[in-house]
C-alpha cells in the first residue's frame, strides 16, 4: 500500500513527507512500546502510535520504517518534526485511535507484519 493511500482512508493530516507519499507499505504495525517494535518488526512496516517522544523517530531510523502515524490527535513536538524531516520519515496524524486506525487499515488490505509468516 502506498502512503498516500494511508492518508486518504484514515483521513490523516500529513506532516512532514510530502515528496514520499507515493513509497509502498508492506505491513503496518502497531505500538507504543518502542522496544516490541525493536524486538518484533523486521520488514517494510507503517509504524501505528500515540507517541510523540523522539524515540520513535530514533526507533523508526533504526529499522528503516519508512512512514509514523501518530494516532489519537497527538500533536508532534517542532523538534520530532524536524528529527523525522531530517531522517526522510513520514509523519502522519490522525484523530483515530490505535485500534481504530490499525483496524480500517487491515480492513482495506494493510496486514500485519506476523502475516508473513502465517497464513489467514
Do not use: C
Not at 514520499?20 to 520488514?43: C, K, P
Not at 523525522?84 to 487499515?105: C, E, M, P
Amino acid at each position: 500500500m502506498k502512503i498516500r493511500r494511508v492518508l486518504e482512508i484514515l483521513s490523516a493530516e500529513l506532516i512532514t513527507g510530502k515528496d514520499l507519499l507515493d513509497e509502498e507499505i508492506d505491513y503496518g504495525h502497531g505500538s507504543d512500546l518502542m522496544s516490541d517494535v525493536l524486538a518484533f518488526v523486521q520488514n517494510n512496516i507503517l509504524l501505528l502510535t500515540g507517541l510523540i517522544h523522539p524515540q520513535v523517530v530514533r526507533t523508526a531510523e533504526l529499522l528503516d520504517i519508512k512512514a509514523i502515524t501518530i494516532v489519537r490527535g497527538k500533536v508532534p513536538s517542532d523538534e520530532l518534526i524536524a528529527m523525522a524531516k531530517s531522517r526522510d520519515i513520514v509523519l502522519i496524524s490522525t484523530t483515530h485511535s490505535l485500534f481504530t486506525a490499525s483496524g480500517i487499515l487491515y480492513k482495506h488490505g494493510l496486514m500485519g507484519e506476523e502475516t508473513a509468516h502465517i497464513e489467514i
